[in-house]
C-alpha cells in the first residue's frame, strides 16, 4: 500500500467573522488567505478565478471558505472543484472533419457569452456536469438564444449581488 498524503484542516481565519478563502499550500504544508471581504459574492468570485488560475498551472486547488453566522465562524463548502473536461461528442459533422475557422469563432463566442452570464449569476467554478452542460448548449442552440440565457443569468444573479450574507 502506499502512503495517503493528508492535509491539515484549514485554520480559522483570525479576527471578526467576515467571508475569507483560504488556499492550502502544498509546497509549504499551509493555509493562506486567498480573498476576503465583508460580502461573501466577490469571495466566490475570487475563488473561481483563483481555482482557474491554479488549474492552468497544472495545480490541484483545495479552498476552504468561511463566513459569518450569527457573529461567529463558520466553514461553508466552496464551489464544487472541477477538473478541465474534454469536448463531448455532440458534434454532427462527418468523422474526421474539422470545423471550419467561421464555425469555431460562432461556437466560441456562443460558449463565451453564456459563461460569462453564469459568472454573473455567482456560478464560477463549474462541476463537470455543467461544463458538459454548457457545451451542450452552446452546440445546440444558435448566438440568438444563448445570449438570451445569458441575459437571464445576469439579471438573476444582479438581484442579490452585493448583499451581505450571515
Given at each position: 500500500m502506499s502512503p495517503v498524503q493528508t492535509r491539515p484542516e484549514s485554520p480559522q481565519p483570525p479576527g471578526t467573522p467576515r467571508w475569507v478563502a483560504m488556499f492550502y499550500e502544498p509546497a509549504s504544508a499551509s493555509w493562506r488567505v486567498g480573498?476576503?471581504?465583508?460580502y461573501r459574492f466577490p469571495v466566490a468570485y475570487a475563488v473561481g478565478e483563483m481555482t482557474q488560475t491554479l488549474r492552468a498551472r497544472d495545480a490541484d486547488p483545495v479552498v476552504t471558505l468561511w463566513g459569518p453566522k450569527g457573529g461567529e465562524w463558520e466553514r461553508h463548502d466552496p464551489p464544487a472543484a472541477a477538473s478541465p473536461q474534454p469536448r463531448p461528442g455532440g458534434d454532427t459533422r462527418a468523422p474526421g472533419a474539422e470545423p471550419s475557422k467561421r464555425e469555431e469563432r460562432l461556437t466560441d463566442r456562443r460558449q463565451q457569452v453564456l459563461m460569462a452570464g453564469l459568472g454573473k449569476a455567482g456560478l464560477y467554478d463549474l462541476a463537470p456536469d455543467d461544463?458538459?452542460?454548457?457545451?451542450?448548449?452552446?452546440?445546440?442552440?444558435?448566438?440568438?438564444t444563448v445570449r438570451r440565457i445569458a441575459h437571464w443569468l445576469t439579471a438573476a444573479g444582479g438581484a442579490g449581488a452585493g448583499a451581505p450574507e450571515a
Open positions: 480573498a476576503e471581504s465583508p461544463l458538459t452542460a454548457v457545451q451542450t448548449v452552446v452546440d445546440g442552440l444558435d448566438e440568438t
